[in-house]
């Protein structure tokens, strides 16, 4: 079983867009979502929801009002200002709480506890294309490299239930830590880039975190034609690190009506980006041989 992680310096590259055709492409796979932040695969994949979790990945502080003698110390030490002050009570700003503890340690009275919160769901669910493992973080919440663990790992059970072949992650943009999360132990990582000063600039980064991690990298310039000069930036730069470019996908508009459709851009037509897409995925099979 191998698995596969779709990742970008940057948004929009077309991450979304490849993990769902490959999706298509793969045979005996499970799929993973772990841009939880702002995850949008189910858009292309439209998975039924089997089972649903609740995620809790921090605990906040509470204040216990028949305890509390309304001293003020918590106030004065909470460096977050989660601590308000009513004028005859006090109580936490659950949006403002990073549960550190610290009140809960200073308070004379033990009035203050912590109590688990609800920071969003992951989802066990079935596509037409097979297993799919994803995930929801609520708005402002913390803990993203931590749900990415649990996507990750139940992807890992299904795929080990089932005898899968393949993982195949659609990965968050950027380089922290959901990106750290998604990245590490993985057997190959996809990068794919845009020939733009931000979208080369954004792919050395991500490299940088692959290689700490011992993560081999290939990459995958999308969109090629629209500045054939960055596009050559990016093959040299490849070249020095010992980078194989996998694929050129040239810009074109079906993808752009696949996306609105909901349809993986391999299974709405028979372009030239989907044939592209059709040999990379040939390459990553014959890579990981």
Not at 108 to 130: H, M, Q
Not at 188 to 198: K, Q, R, W, Y
Request: aromatic share 6%; glycine share 8%; charged share 25%.
């Amino acid at each position: 079983m191998k698995e596969i992680v779709i990742i970008s310096g940057k948004g929009g590259t077309g991450k979304t867009t490849i993990t769902a055709s490959f999706g298509v492409l793969a045979k005996n796979k499970v799929m993973a979502d772990c841009d939880v932040d702002a995850a949008d695969l189910h858009l292309m994949l439209h998975p039924e929801i089997k089972e649903r979790f609740e995620f809790k990945g921090m605990s906040k502080a509470f204040i216990n009002q028949e305890k509390c003698t309304r001293c003020g110390a918590c106030e004065k030490v909470c460096r977050f200002d989660a601590i308000i002050n009513t004028g005859t009570n006090f109580y936490v700003n659950q949006l403002s709480c990073e549960g550190c503890r610290v009140c809960m340690n200073i308070c004379p009275v033990g009035a203050i506890g912590l109590e688990d919160d609800s920071n969003g769901e992951w989802y066990i669910s079935e596509t037409k294309y097979g297993p799919m493992v994803h995930a929801k973080l609520g708005i402002a919440e913390e803990n993203s490299g931590k749900l990415v663990s649990i996507v990750r790992q139940q992807a890992k059970n299904i795929a080990e239930e089932n005898g899968a072949d393949y993982i195949i992650v659609d990965g968050p943009p950027g380089i922290g830590c959901p990106v750290i999360s998604s990245l590490t132990g993985v057997d190959l990582a996809l990068i794919v880039t845009e020939p733009t000063f931000s979208g080369i600039h954004d792919m050395k980064r991500i490299v940088e975190v692959a290689n700490r991690f011992s993560v081999p990298v290939k990459v995958i310039i999308n969109k090629y034609n629209i500045n054939l000069e960055n596009s050559a930036a990016i093959e040299k730069f490849s070249e020095m690190n010992q980078i194989q470019v996998l694929g050129h996908m040239p810009f074109s508009e079906s993808v752009i009506e696949s996306i609105t459709k909901g349809i993986p851009v391999v299974e709405f037509c028979n372009d030239e980006v989907s044939k592209e897409i059709i040999s990379i995925w040939d390459r990553v099979v014959e890579s990981l041989k």
